[in-house]
């Protein structure tokens, strides 16, 4: 028999959009992040944007927490319930709602999933540019609120720089929308929004700009029989001035990983990193551009280096990156995802730093990252079933994330911090500056019962645990 506040939000979202029995709970206890699981309360599917302020409107009047949730692919446990909060899931609200080439933009609801947008334009000669490698799944709702990255966002930015404007739910049930206009004045709240992992309010439109397809794009893949060349190739390449759309780089447990996995293109035996890079832009010049990549390769002592052949083979290459996540299954029976950032020129010294962490620890680590951009993903391999193993990776990651602090980088470039890295917050911020953030987040979330006591580390809670949330 559903309880009364069941019945209540039952009456609002209507009988065939909630769930709130426990064996339709467990597929809502985590998004991609396993490690942690919880339980709510119920999960509702609102259809529009008045649906979402009244579900919010009765949480909020009867202190009830609640989650935002899209396609629950985060990896760092944003959607994911401590206990007893409603999630409230955007999957339903999915239209692509307006196109507007003239002006470069689209709008989209929040539950649309990434990769569907490129899908609608491309015909047209448009995409839109940031490609988390979950993106056939993920939605932009999502995306804003991790300020979500990809392959390509190395060139063109991370979500951030994609988001025009915003339809917003705060967290007591009233709707306002910010941006949308070029140069708005008053405070930038879209990139404020943009990031705050369902902290500060649940995006249920969205504004973003969409790009015109390059005229032309080619793809270099370079083999290298150590993880040092591959990783000062990526310096040189910067350092002269070439920007590629993407620049990838894999090592040998990666690489193992994908070749085991659903889009093997086998690349030779023994090699120690690969990098995949791509330019795109006008076509006079872009053959210069590869070849000025391939020269920069041979310096540094490429094992082999080739150009991709047609469009067949480098969908092929980027399928094999792209799905590289998922491969790890073929290879271990879990493993935990990190996102440390650092400045590119301390590649060599933090993977070299990263495999005495897994010598240490006798877990193997496999590298699979946005090299370009200095944003790192250690896969810490580990099996669950094995006692002690799920909490030795924890360890692991955080042990990773600090050396990732430690030579200036910081601990999340595109997953968020979610559960998952709210101690680790402390890596990079001192207790003023987290305070600070959680001073704004009073601002939009003063009863912390919009995604509680996610993103902060334990003690900037104290204050709302004595202002008596319930
Ligand atoms: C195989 C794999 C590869 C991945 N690769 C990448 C990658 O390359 N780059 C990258 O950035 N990420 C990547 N991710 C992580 C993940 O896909 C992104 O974080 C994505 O943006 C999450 O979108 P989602 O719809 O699944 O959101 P969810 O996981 O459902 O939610 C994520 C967070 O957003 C909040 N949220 C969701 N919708 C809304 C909304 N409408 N309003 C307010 N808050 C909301 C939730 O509360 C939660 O805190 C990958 C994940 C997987 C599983």
């Given at each position: 028999?559903?309880?009364?506040?069941?019945?209540?939000?039952?009456?609002?979202?209507?009988?065939?959009?909630?769930?709130?029995?426990?064996?339709?709970?467990?597929?809502?206890?985590?998004?991609?992040?396993?490690?942690?699981?919880?339980?709510?309360?119920?999960?509702?599917?609102?259809?529009?944007t008045?649906?979402v302020a009244?579900v919010v409107k009765?949480?909020h009047?009867?202190?009830?927490?609640f989650i935002p949730?899209?396609?629950?692919?985060?990896?760092?446990?944003?959607?994911?319930?401590?206990?007893?909060?409603?999630?409230i899931?955007l999957?339903?609200?999915?239209?692509?709602?307006?196109?507007?080439?003239?002006?470069?933009?689209?709008?989209?609801?929040p539950?649309?999933?990434?990769?569907?947008?490129?899908?609608?334009?491309?015909?047209?000669?448009?995409?839109?540019?940031?490609?988390?490698?979950?993106?056939?799944?993920?939605?932009?709702g999502?995306?804003v609120a991790?300020?979500?990255?990809?392959?390509?966002?190395?060139?063109?930015?991370?979500?951030?720089?994609?988001v025009?404007g915003l339809e917003v739910v705060l967290s007591d049930g009233k709707v306002v929308e910010i941006g949308?206009?070029?140069?708005?004045?008053?405070y930038?709240l879209v990139g404020l929004l943009t990031g705050s992992e369902g902290t500060l309010g649940i995006v249920t439109k969205i504004?973003?700009?969409?790009?015109?397809?390059?005229?032309?794009?080619?793809?270099?893949?370079?083999?290298?029989?150590?993880?040092?060349?591959?990783?000062?190739?990526?310096?040189?390449?910067?350092?002269?001035?070439?920007?590629?759309?993407?620049?990838?780089?894999?090592?040998?447990?990666?690489?193992?990983?994908?070749?085991?996995?659903?889009?093997?293109?086998?690349?030779?035996?023994?090699?120690?990193?690969?990098?995949?890079?791509?330019?795109?832009?006008?076509?006079?010049?872009?053959?210069?551009?590869?070849?000025?990549?391939?020269?920069?390769?041979?310096?540094?002592?490429?094992?082999?280096?080739?150009?991709?052949?047609?469009?067949?083979?480098?969908?092929?290459?980027?399928?094999?990156?792209?799905?590289?996540?998922?491969?790890?299954?073929?290879?271990?029976?879990?493993?935990?995802?990190?996102?440390?950032?650092?400045?590119?020129?301390?590649?060599?010294?933090?993977?070299?730093?990263?495999?005495?962490?897994?010598?240490?620890?006798?877990?193997?680590?496999?590298?699979?990252?946005?090299?370009?951009?200095?944003?790192?993903?250690?896969?810490?391999?580990?099996?669950?079933?094995?006692?002690?193993?799920?909490?030795?990776?924890?360890?692991?990651?955080?042990?990773?994330?600090?050396?990732?602090?430690?030579?200036?980088?910081?601990?999340?470039?595109?997953?968020?911090?979610?559960?998952?890295?709210?101690?680790?917050?402390?890596?990079?911020?001192?207790?003023?500056?987290?305070?600070?953030?959680?001073?704004i987040r009073e601002v939009f979330n003063p009863?912390n019962l919009l995604n509680?006591?996610?993103l902060?580390?334990?003690?900037?809670?104290?204050?709302?645990?004595?202002?008596?949330?319930?």
């Amino acid at each position: 028999m559903p309880d009364r506040i069941v019945q209540e939000l039952t009456a609002i979202v209507g009988p065939d959009a909630i769930l709130y029995k426990k064996e339709d709970l467990l597929a809502y206890e985590c998004d991609g992040y396993t490690i942690h699981k919880g339980l709510s309360r119920a999960v509702v599917f609102p259809s529009t944007t008045e649906e979402v302020a009244a579900v919010v409107k009765y949480l909020h009047n009867k202190k009830i927490p609640f989650i935002p949730r899209g396609a629950g692919t985060g990896l760092s446990g944003g959607a994911t319930p401590l206990g007893g909060e409603v999630i409230i899931s955007l999957v339903r609200m999915k239209k692509l709602l307006h196109v507007d080439l003239e002006n470069r933009l689209a709008v989209v609801q929040p539950g649309f999933v990434n990769l569907k947008l490129t899908h609608s334009i491309s015909h047209k000669g448009y995409y839109y540019a940031p490609d988390p490698s979950s993106q056939y799944a993920c939605t932009i709702g999502g995306n804003v609120a991790e300020n979500a990255g990809g392959a390509h966002c190395l060139k063109y930015g991370v979500t951030t720089n994609h988001v025009l404007g915003l339809e917003v739910v705060l967290s007591d049930g009233k709707v306002v929308e910010i941006g949308g206009v070029p140069d708005a004045p008053g405070y930038d709240l879209v990139g404020l929004l943009t990031g705050s992992e369902g902290t500060l309010g649940i995006v249920t439109k969205i504004i973003v700009r969409i790009l015109k397809n390059p005229e032309a794009k080619r793809t270099v893949l370079a083999y290298f029989d150590t993880v040092e060349a591959a990783s000062y190739t990526v310096s040189d390449i910067i350092a002269a001035g070439i920007v590629p759309a993407a620049l990838e780089m894999m090592d040998t447990v990666a690489i193992q990983g994908v070749e085991a996995g659903t889009y093997p293109v086998v690349h030779p035996p023994g090699i120690k990193a690969l990098l995949l890079a791509e330019v795109d832009g006008i076509a006079a010049g872009i053959d210069e551009q590869v070849e000025r990549i391939v020269g920069i390769c041979e310096k540094r002592g490429v094992v082999d280096v080739k150009v991709a052949r047609d469009e067949k083979e480098h969908m092929r290459w980027w399928a094999n990156r792209k799905t590289a996540f998922a491969a790890m299954g073929s290879i271990s029976p879990d493993y935990l995802v990190q996102d440390g950032v650092i400045p590119r020129s301390r590649l060599p010294e933090v993977l070299a730093e990263i495999q005495t962490i897994s010598e240490r620890s006798g877990l193997r680590i496999a590298n699979v990252f946005h090299a370009g951009d200095g944003n790192l993903h250690p896969l810490i391999l580990f099996d669950a079933r094995k006692p002690g193993e799920a909490e030795l990776a924890v360890r692991v990651g955080s042990e990773v994330l600090k050396v990732c602090a430690d030579v200036g980088g910081t601990i999340t470039g595109e997953h968020g911090v979610g559960i998952e890295k709210k101690e680790e917050m402390r890596y990079v911020f001192s207790e003023e500056e987290i305070e600070a953030q959680i001073q704004i987040r009073e601002v939009f979330n003063p009863e912390n019962l919009l995604n509680p006591d996610k993103l902060f580390p334990t003690p900037g809670r104290c204050a709302e645990v004595k202002k008596g949330r319930q």
